[in-house]
């Protein structure tokens, strides 16, 4: 298995369009998360899964932001009428179903809306 | 609810000198705690972890010991190299990982 997996890794958008993005957790892993990262700041929660549920979402995620992971393996997070406050790094990780365990992160997603 | 608070950078530092990262966090319940690291370009990697109270993580050089008493888990190393330049998270999970907004580190040689 080579880790988790993002697609793409970097996306330029105009204001206003509509951006979809890709993760493929590692194979056995239950849960899949998804974070964004700003210059300078570490991650924020933004949605977890577990299997095909989305069991938590942050405040931070407006209602132009949906995830889904319909058949509890790959996952997308899917961006409504893009604003430039949402350009940042989108990241992704998964773990395996146990509390307190770690989790392991793919190489992000860097969103750029101009 | 949960946080994770952690020194400001940028630390800069001498090759061969001491690191120490300070974290501490504040949280319900034992959650298990970890330093990932991010190298520039690249994505995050688990640096180290502690699962429990009094629990020492260890890796490539790096030390953490998980204080419940203080609510700490800060970063050693004795004798940082150039190549460990980079950017520090302390983190803590309970059912999700919350982040603190992480600790450049820079090495000159």
């Known amino acids: 298995d080579t880790g988790v997996s993002q697609d793409p890794r970097h996306k330029i958008t105009k204001r206003g369009q509509n951006v979809t993005f890709r993760c493929d957790p590692i194979?056995?892993?239950?849960?899949l998360y998804w974070y964004r990262q700003t210059l300078g700041q570490g991650p924020e929660f933004l949605t977890y899964f577990q299997n095909e549920a989305q069991l938590e979402k942050s405040r931070l995620l407006s209602d132009r932001f949906s995830a889904e992971r319909p058949k509890g393996s790959f996952s997308t997070l899917e961006i409504q009428r893009t604003e430039q406050g949402d350009s940042a790094m989108y990241l992704c990780?998964?773990?395996?179903?146990?509390?307190?365990?770690?989790?392991?992160f793919g190489q992000g997603t860097r969103l750029t809306v101009v | 609810g949960n946080s994770v608070t952690q020194m400001e950078g940028p630390v800069t530092l001498s090759e061969e000198a001491f690191l120490t990262i300070n974290c501490t966090y504040t949280a319900t319940g034992y959650p298990s705690l970890f330093w990932y690291v991010q190298y520039p370009g690249e994505g995050l990697q688990l640096l180290l972890k502690a699962t429990k109270a009094d629990d020492k993580g260890s890796n490539k050089g790096f030390e953490a010991t998980y204080r419940k008493e203080t609510t700490s888990f800060h970063l050693e190393k004795g004798s940082v190299q150039v190549s460990d330049s980079a950017v520090y998270f302390c983190a803590l999970v309970t059912d999700k990982l919350i982040f603190g907004t992480g600790t450049r580190l820079q090495v000159f040689p």
């Open positions: 990780a998964s773990s395996l179903l146990q509390e307190n365990t770690e989790a392991f």
């Open positions: 194979s056995e892993h239950n849960r």
